[in-house]
């Protein structure tokens, strides 16, 4: 199955593999929201929200800045008062080992149920994690722009799930849209990146424009 395929939930595979305790979950609120990105064979999504996470643009962390990953990292941090959308995705226990490897940067944090919200009702009752970035500081951070052909994707995503309510809200409530967005669409450094329609173009640059942001050429 390619990531631009949508997964055939089987609902008696899910609930076997959870009583199995072969089953767990992640949330997205970035890229992972965008169903195109997904590259394991994730058996079932669902929109959902967690209370008690803020998203933020952050620095890498120093061992990888210093290997020339330049670009800044989505995270979301904790703080009480807020509610963070995503997705839910239901993946097999031994694939947690490769969404691992391609969160590098993060750390794996449970998620209470009584944090999370699903928007059309959990698919399974399993473990659900969260990744937090292992740095901190969500500042001003001229040195780590943020990627413009990863923005897109995350958007992109955002839009399918939420509509246009949900990418005004990521672009507003996010903190750390101080530091610049580079430009790379027309050359996308994001090595997963998406083609974006005229409407999904002037809506996210528009939205962006209003926020205030800078721009790297």
Not at 71 to 94: I, K, N
Not at 95 to 110: F, I, Q
Request: glycine share 8%; charged share 25%; proline share 6%.
């Amino acid at each position: 199955m390619t990531a631009e395929q949508s997964p055939v939930t089987d609902m008696n595979e899910l609930r076997e593999l959870a009583e199995e305790g072969r089953l767990v979950a992640y949330f997205g609120y970035g890229s992972l929201v965008n169903r195109r990105t997904l590259r394991t064979a994730f058996l079932g999504a669902s929109a959902a929200r967690v209370t008690g996470w803020r998203r933020c643009w952050r620095p890498r962390d120093p061992e990888l800045a210093a290997l020339g990953h330049d670009a800044s990292l989505l995270s979301a941090r904790p703080q009480e008062g807020f509610v963070v959308e995503g997705l839910v995705v239901y993946d097999r226990l031994d694939h947690l080992p490769e969404v691992d490897r391609r969160e590098t940067g993060y750390n794996r944090v449970s998620v209470a149920p009584d944090r999370l919200d699903f928007v059309g009702g959990a698919l399974a009752d399993c473990p659900v994690y969260i990744y937090e970035a292992k740095t901190n500081d969500a500042v001003d951070d001229p040195g780590h722009p943020i990627l413009q052909s990863y923005l897109d994707a995350v958007l992109q995503g955002f839009l399918v799930e939420f509509g246009e309510a949900g990418v005004r809200g990521f672009v507003e409530n996010t903190l750390g849209f101080e530091r610049p967005v580079q430009r790379d669409r027309k050359s996308p450094i994001y090595p997963r990146s998406v083609e974006l329609s005229a409407a999904e173009t002037d809506l996210f640059d528009g939205l962006l424009l209003r926020r205030g942001v800078t721009w790297l050429d």
